[in-house]
């Protein structure tokens, strides 16, 4: 292909080079994770090639020092390929070759890209294949970070319980179809929301599972040519114990190399989190809505000035931060859809961006969450005088009146009190249907918040 020039400071290669002018289409960076999983796969194929008697133990020790100074971070400017780039993310790995390689041979008295004595295919790629290393760099990568996504789950579903349990005496009406329906209490719409956390984060956690399974040893098509027999297991388990994970072998080399579905699947949970985190966020919006001319049944914490030219208005800037994060998950998603199933008969060559969209929703997901929960959620306050205003007016009072005036008599009740704007309980008394102790009982806003019939004992509605 001719030569090619390279920075002479460059750890890079001809390779990365070439990557670099032929796919100069975003000036975007694969994660930081996703590069330090690429090192613990080279610093573990290493020490497995070593311990199988393949590699020589001066070469291997060097390339393992190096891949470790990457695993901790050094070097991470040296990765220089776009994250649009040629399929299955052979540039990619070229580059961490070539960088591992001349690290590896400046420590062993040689020159920067001459390849002496540690070359990056015959040494740093051994016993690999992009094939099965790209795939594997990622499912290393999302399960190192998706521990702290599901810890700032966590941070978050006890934040919003501990509102649900300091508004659980605020009474409010509840609105179906953004219409009048029958009361709540605050504490409980804060408590479907902690519940609804809760349980995408089982979602989560459990496709992280999947995420577990390597396939590592493939090598180009999952026949594992190229590679000793023992090398695939002895890379899960040598995986496992640098990285604490208990990664599994897939079962399947060759599924492993054709499919994505255990990435389409923990996608669509970051997914499912976000249509969650979304509607959440839609909702405090609404709620917090005003002041003087919206619900403004709760206060967000005031951040900042929400206006360059209305002084005074405070907007529901973390909330609208988490709508951008969660609309962009989303996109990422399907990103990740239409990826995974281009893949065609051995391999998905399209696994770069893969990686790319998943490991950024997991990052931008993980900081939103925490941001959430901190400067907003923490701070919500409830305006319970206004709750109670508004508990009081709403029509899905009339909802308790059925099990004494019946359905068609209570809709009438409702329409004529809409109608004149008078409360319900002045139709009724008006119209003689119920006495005034009766509503008392009858229309107690807190007692239809459990169930049961409000006015009867629990005996008595059993019976």
Known sequence: MGDVLVPGEALWGAQSQRAIENFDVSGLKQAASYLSATALVKLAAAEVNMALGLLDKEHGQAIAEAAREIVEGRWHDQFVVDPFQAGAGTSHNMNANEVIANLANEKL?????????VHPNDHVNMAQSTNDVIPTVLRVAASLEVGSLLDALDGLAAHLKEKAAAFDRVLKPGRTHLQDAVPVRLGQEFGGYAQAIRLDRERIARAAEGLRRLGIGGTATGTGLNSHPRYHICMVERLAELTGIPFVSSGNLFESMQSSADMTDFSSALRTLAVTLTRIANDLRLLSSGPTTGLFEINLPALQPGSSIMPGKVNPVIPEMLNMVCYHVMGNDLAVMSAAQAGQLELNVMTPIIAYNLLQSMQILTNGVRLFADRCIRGITANVER?????????GLATALNAYIGYAAAAKVAQEAMTRNVPLRQVILEQELLTEEQLAQILDP???????????AADETAE
Do not use: H
């Open 109 to 117: 008295g040689g020159q920067r890209g001459v390849y002496q004595p």
């Open 446 to 456: 807190l007692a239809m918040t459990e169930p049961g019939i409000p006015g009867r």
């Open 387 to 395: 709750c109670q205003e508004l508990a009081e007016k709403s029509i």
